[in-house]
């Protein structure tokens, strides 16, 4: 059974500083790994969704790495500000043919002005 | 555009009550999921559809949930009777494709008393 963990589950740093979320996962065997954001009261929010054959994807300050035969991802933020707090969470999705995706508790994050 | 638009956003109701949460998809995504957040267990996948069909039920916790979809824009999560445990948030999602972000809808917050 697939068990996707984020560590640290809270981490709070100055503005400004650049950080790296954690995600790892026990089966290699995935599609896609996909990284989304929850504010309070809200949804998720989908960030970067890297496909199974590729290494990273960029969106803006968002950069998500993906090492399949290590079972680890990373989400870097560049240059944070207070608006990217929020609970990051990254999801894997099991393989072709099942749209199933399996969370992590995700990492609360906060940004101090 | 719309995002996935579900009703209500709150309920409180008594247990052993029937409860029906709602579900409008983004217009053309053919996939539905439904998932239930808890702090204790993070966010599970209860159930999805594809093409209005239901592929994979296996994470409905038992025989008082049921979900239907009718038609590709609307789908019904419905827990009779309910207990003070399946309170919790629930949340709708669609997608355009298996290798497509899912997108989230704000959730509905269920308070069984």
């Known amino acids: 059974k697939q068990e996707v963990t984020q560590i640290p589950a809270a981490l709070s740093v100055p503005e400004g500083e650049n950080l790296v979320l954690n995600c790892s996962f026990t089966?290699?065997?995935?599609?896609?790994l996909q990284w989304f954001r929850q504010d309070p009261g809200k949804g998720l929010t989908s960030l970067l969704l890297?496909?199974?054959?590729?290494r990273e994807q960029t969106s803006g300050r968002l950069n998500a790495s993906l090492d399949k035969s290590s079972g680890r991802s990373t989400l870097y933020i560049a240059a944070s500000q207070p608006g990217d707090s929020a609970t990051y969470l990254c999801?894997?999705?099991?393989?072709?043919?099942?749209?199933?995706?399996?969370f992590g508790k995700g990492t609360k994050l906060s940004v101090i002005p | 555009d719309a995002g996935v638009i579900q009703s209500p956003r709150h309920e409180v109701t008594e247990m052993g009550q029937e409860v029906t949460l709602r579900c409008k998809p983004i217009s053309g995504h053919n996939s539905l999921f439904w998932y239930r957040q808890t702090m204790m267990r993070g966010l599970e996948l209860l159930i999805y559809?594809?093409?209005?069909?239901?592929?994979?039920d296996s994470g409905m916790p038992e025989d008082r949930f049921s979900a239907k979809m009718p038609n590709a824009s609307f789908s019904t999560l419905k827990i009779q009777p309910s207990e003070p445990r399946d309170s919790a948030v629930y949340f709708c999602a669609s997608s355009g494709g298996q290798n497509q972000p899912q997108h989230f809808g704000d959730g509905t917050r269920l308070s069984i008393l």
């Open positions: 559809f594809n093409n209005n069909v239901p592929i994979d």
């Open positions: 999801a894997v999705q099991r393989g072709a043919g099942s749209y199933q995706l399996t």
């Open positions: 890297i496909q199974s054959s590729q």
């Open positions: 089966d290699s065997a995935i599609y896609n």
